[in-house]
């Protein structure tokens, strides 16, 4: 039988090759940004040489090193303690302290990185409960060796102030309440690094991955005026968020919240109280001010124009002048 003539080759359609190549183009993008933003924790120390510059210390508590910043005067009676919110750190209050060194030389000022958070890092315990900050500050106070505090927090700060007021009354001087949490919340915009880090898998792939542009655009985001958040500011909350642990400490943190569980009790507060708000707050909206003012026996608000979700760092100085003026009307 004569011999067939061999098939001719199959010509793949020109569509499937641009296909093939348009994939593979793709998948070496993918590839850039991937090294590109990979982004792995980083060790305590070598975050140390920028963020813990003096008055900066470390303290041994509850099984780990807490960093805080303690100045003024040891005598003063009252000191203030300023707690910051979710995923920030002591720094947001140094605007703060800087004018109230200045303006108020006699008032010693702590604040304080809590667990989970900045320089202090993971909880050993991994127990992020406002039950277990409430004892943190507890054991803090204790070993500070402060009898009275006046206490101003913002956000998950202020929550903690508010709830530590009703668990301890004979211990807060008074309290400030920036932007803070506690009723169920109905925010008119997240964060993007929030809605991440509570979305299954793609908060895992944050271990590994953390574009800068990402945590820029959250960071913008609870400002009032986008562009008053600094690039310095902005590196800030980057390189936290990679300390060794902070970011599993912030997915545990999310899980275990419970919003507004103690807000029946906030009518029960008795000390003097100052509500402080940015009226473009769009995580904790201007309603919760007013709803603070209302629970709150004889309080007073003071509504910033123009500010955010944290105006003690967007305009220290317009932030801070209703608590100077407040502070005068505290009897010694």
């Not at 304080?112 to 993971?122: A, E, Y």
């Not at 986008?226 to 997915?251: M, Q, Y």
Request: proline residues 9%; aromatic residues 6%.
């Amino acid at each position: 039988m004569p011999n067939q003539p061999d098939a001719e080759p199959r010509q793949a359609p020109a569509n499937e090759g641009r296909g093939w190549r348009l994939l593979g183009i793709a998948l070496m993008l993918a590839a850039l940004v991937f090294a590109a933003t990979k982004a792995p924790d980083r060790p305590l120390e070598t975050l140390v040489q920028r963020w813990a510059l003096p008055p900066s210390e470390f303290i041994e508590l509850q099984g780990q090193l807490v960093h805080l910043r303690d100045v003024g005067p040891r005598g003063d009676p009252t000191p203030l303690l300023l707690l910051h919110g979710t995923s920030d750190s002591l720094h947001t209050w140094a605007g703060w302290v800087e004018r109230l060194q200045k303006q108020l030389p006699e008032r010693r000022v702590i604040t304080v990185d809590l667990p989970g958070f900045g320089l202090t890092g993971p909880s050993a315990q991994e127990d992020y409960r406002n039950e277990a900050y409430l004892t943190f500050l507890k054991r803090l106070l204790q070993k500070l060796d402060i009898k009275e505090v006046m206490l101003a927090g913002n956000s998950l700060g202020g929550e903690l102030a508010w709830q530590y007021a009703l668990d301890h009354p004979e211990q807060v001087r008074a309290l400030i309440l920036v932007d803070a949490a506690g009723y169920a919340m109905a925010p008119l915009d997240v964060p993007l690094g929030f809605a991440l880090a509570r979305t299954p898998v793609l908060n895992r792939l944050g271990d590994v991955v953390l574009p800068r542009a990402l945590v820029a655009r959250s960071v913008r985001a609870v400002y009032g005026d986008p562009n008053r958040a600094s690039p310095e500011v902005i590196d800030r909350f980057f390189e936290l968020t990679l300390r060794s642990g902070n970011r599993e400490a912030l997915r545990q943190r999310l899980s275990q919240m419970t919003p507004g569980s103690r807000s029946a009790e906030i009518k029960g507060l008795r000390a003097p109280t100052l509500i402080l708000w940015g009226e473009q707050d769009r995580l904790i909206p201007p309603q919760f001010a007013e709803a603070f003012a209302k629970d709150i026996p004889g309080a007073r608000l003071a509504l910033l124009p123009g500010l955010g979700h944290t105006p003690q760092q967007e305009d220290p100085q317009a932030s801070l002048a209703p608590v100077l003026s407040f502070l005068t009307t505290l009897k010694p």
